[in-house]
C-alpha cells in the first residue's frame, strides 16, 4: 500500500520559533491534508490542498502541495505553547486517506 | 450539531471478550471510516463505507467487523478481543464533492485495553 514518510518526528522549540515538518512519498496523491491532535481528542483538521503547487495559509500556518504530487510541508511562524500536539500529514488518492506517522512538537514558554 | 460521536470513551476488556464500538454522525455524510491508532504508528484505516449499504476492507481489517447501520451510525466489532488490539479507535466521516474536496472529520476515540 502507498506510504507516507513524515519528519521529523518530533520536535522541540522556544516559543516564538518557527517549525517546519515535511511529508514525502513514492506513490502521487490528489490531496494532501495536515491535522493536529490535541493529548486525547482526535485529529483536528489544518489546511487541505487540492491542486499541485498549491500554497495555503490559515493564520500562522502555511502548507504546499508539492509540484511532483508526492510532497507536502507545513509552516508554523511564531510558535506559541498552544500549538503542541502532534501534527500529521495525510494523502489521499481516491477515497481513503493514508496518514504519516506524526510528528510531536513540543513548545517551551 | 456534534459531528461525529463515538461510545463509549474508554473501555477494558478480557481476551477472548466482545464488544461493539459505536459511531454517529450528524453531518448527513456519505462516507465513514473507522482508524485505529497506536504509538509511532500513526492512523491506519480499519474499514471503511464510501455510503450507506457498502463497506471496505482497510488496510488492517484482521478481527474486525463494521455495519453501516444507516447514513449516520457505523459500528466497529470485536467479536474475540486479543491484546494487539489494546489501541485507540477513532471513526471519521466525509463527503466527497464533485469539486474532488474529500474533508474527513474525526470524532473524539475510543480508548480500549485488552487484557
Known amino acids: 500500500g502507498q506510504q507516507l514518510n513524515q519528519s521529523p518526528q518530533s520536535m522541540f522549540i522556544q516559543e516564538g520559533e518557527d517549525v517546519s515538518m515535511n511529508c514525502t512519498s513514492s506513490s502521487i496523491f490528489n490531496t494532501w491534508l495536515w491535522y493536529k491532535q490535541d493529548p486525547g481528542e482526535g485529529p483536528v483538521l489544518l489546511i487541505a490542498?487540492?491542486?499541485?503547487?498549491e500554497l495555503t495559509s490559515n493564520g500562522r500556518l502555511t502548507a504546499q502541495f508539492g509540484i511532483t504530487r508526492k510532497d507536502s510541508f507545513l509552516n508554523i511562524s511564531a510558535s506559541i505553547p498552544s500549538d503542541v500536539g502532534i501534527y500529521f500529514c495525510a494523502g489521499r488518492y481516491y477515497s481513503t486517506l493514508t496518514f504519516g506517522k506524526g510528528t510531536m512538537l513540543l513548545v517551551s514558554p | 450539531n456534534a459531528g461525529v460521536t463515538q461510545t463509549p470513551k474508554f473501555q477494558v476488556l478480557k481476551t477472548g471478550q466482545s464488544m461493539t464500538l459505536q459511531c454517529a454522525q450528524d453531518m448527513n455524510h456519505n462516507s465513514m471510516y473507522w482508524y485505529r491508532q497506536d504509538p509511532g504508528m500513526g492512523l491506519r484505516l480499519i474499514y471503511y463505507?464510501?455510503?450507506?449499504?457498502?463497506?471496505d476492507k482497510g488496510e488492517v481489517p484482521n478481527g474486525y467487523n463494521v455495519s453501516r447501520l444507516n447514513k449516520r451510525e457505523f459500528s466497529l466489532r470485536l467479536e474475540s478481543a486479543a491484546p494487539s488490539q489494546t489501541s485507540v479507535y477513532f471513526c471519521a466521516s466525509s463527503e466527497i464533492q464533485t469539486s474532488g474536496v474529500n474533508e474527513q472529520f474525526f470524532g473524539p476515540g475510543t480508548r480500549l485495553t485488552v487484557l
Open positions: 463505507s464510501a455510503s450507506e449499504g457498502t463497506t
Open positions: 490542498l487540492y491542486k499541485a503547487g
